[in-house]
């Protein structure tokens, strides 16, 4: 039972963090609620189907087919949230001045509800394939009972869901004008953490091995593996053995969002000069 409660609460916390800051970011948009259970769905049914078809996938391209299936999905969630991003630098000066007009403007365009909800959807089919699979391995070494999977699974469940709750409910605390730039900088360290992800995958499977060196090792410091290691690695990407390729992805993410941003963001309209 302790087993799948750690297994289940490891894999939901990390998804409801995620899932938390789209509450937030979409929390005057109408019917945002559609977009995210849309995309928490396609996540279960895809982790569903993941699962199913573990074995083959972890067969292909020489056994890192796993692997690269990871890259692939961190690399598309990457994407949808730089998307979301610069969509939303083009409506930041009507987000600092009204909330419903742009959440009005993000439901009519659609095109930033859908990045979020791919983003979410990326999120569950991760984290749920692993939960999957991981309860497989533990049902399958048979040191525990149907019921007390079940009961864990249930616990665990519920302990994420309250994280992602608080998640919500702790950036809805942050004053409006305020609650756009928190978001930003949450969405571009969120999106550059999963770049570095995905390279460690690619690394793992031999298809990126420039740059392999380790930058430092803050393990006795802060380990990866502790709950605080985990938000944060959920959060920014934190790692405590983080490659030289991983930092230059990282930062080059982080970089590459800006300028994007500065790029899209509407001109300030000029003064007015009354006549003579």
Request: a negative charge; aromatic letters at 6%.
């Amino acid at each position: 039972m302790l087993a799948a409660l750690i297994i289940v609460f490891r894999e939901v916390f990390e998804a409801g963090l995620i899932v938390g800051i789209v509450l937030a970011v979409t929390s005057v948009v109408p019917h945002r609620l559609r977009w995210i259970g849309g995309g928490l769905l396609a996540g279960l049914a895809g982790a569903c189907t993941v699962a199913a078809f573990a074995g083959a996938l972890s067969q292909l391209f020489e056994g890192m087919g796993q692997e690269l299936f990871n890259a692939a999905i961190l690399s598309t969630a990457v994407v949808m949230l730089i998307w979301h991003n610069v969509w939303m630098a083009r409506h930041g000066r009507e987000m600092a001045n009204d909330l419903r007009a742009v959440g009005q403007a993000i439901a009519e365009g659609s095109k930033s509800l859908l990045a979020l909800a791919v983003v979410v959807a990326v999120a569950v089919l991760r984290e749920g394939s692993e939960v999957v699979l991981f309860l497989y391995g533990v049902a399958a070494s048979g040191d525990n009972s149907g019921l007390a999977l079940l009961g864990g699974g249930v616990l665990g469940l519920g302990l994420g869901v309250a994280v992602c709750l608080a998640t919500y409910l702790g950036l809805m605390r942050i004053p409006p004008r305020a609650l756009f730039a928190t978001t930003t900088v949450l969405i571009t360290l969120l999106a550059a953490g999963m770049a570095a992800q995905a390279v460690a995958f690619l690394a793992r499977a031999s298809w990126l091995t420039s740059l392999d060196q380790v930058v430092w090792d803050s393990s006795s410091v802060l380990s990866e593996d502790s709950p605080l290691g985990r938000t944060l690695h959920t959060l920014i990407g934190y790692t405590d053995q983080p490659t030289a390729m991983q930092l230059a992805v990282y930062l080059g993410v982080i970089v590459l969002t800006f300028i994007l941003m500065r790029l899209t963001a509407p001109l300030p309209s000029a003064p007015v000069v009354a006549a003579e």
